[in-house]
């Protein structure tokens, strides 16, 4: 049986993130394991990808969609520290890392 446990924030570490037509990457917090990503977004699909630090693949529309309004939050390697993110114009990100929560 797996047990849930709530997204615990790491306070300090969320991050205004305004996705575009060409991916761009931000830094995460090293030793976090999750990450949640909030679209506050009225109309525009926003997606991305979590890597290492040294892998400099661009975010696609291939990668994880955060809808509209959604939130979503991710399990990630503890020293992974880099994320890429790709939308149309007028997405807004909020991304704070974390443990739990998935």
Do not use: C
């Amino acid at each position: 049986m797996t047990i849930r446990a709530p997204f615990k924030p790491h306070y300090g570490t969320n991050q205004v993130v305004t996705p575009a037509a060409a991916s761009a990457d931000i830094a995460l917090t090293k030793g976090d394991k999750s990450v949640r990503v909030r679209n506050s977004a009225a109309t525009n699909i926003g997606y991305f990808r979590i890597t290492a630090s040294t892998d400099t693949s661009a975010a696609t529309t291939a990668d994880m969609p955060v809808s509209p309004g959604e939130t979503v939050i991710v399990e990630k390697e503890q020293d992974w520290t880099r994320m890429a993110t790709i939308s149309a114009a007028g997405t807004t990100f909020q991304v704070m890392t974390g443990e739990g929560g998935y």
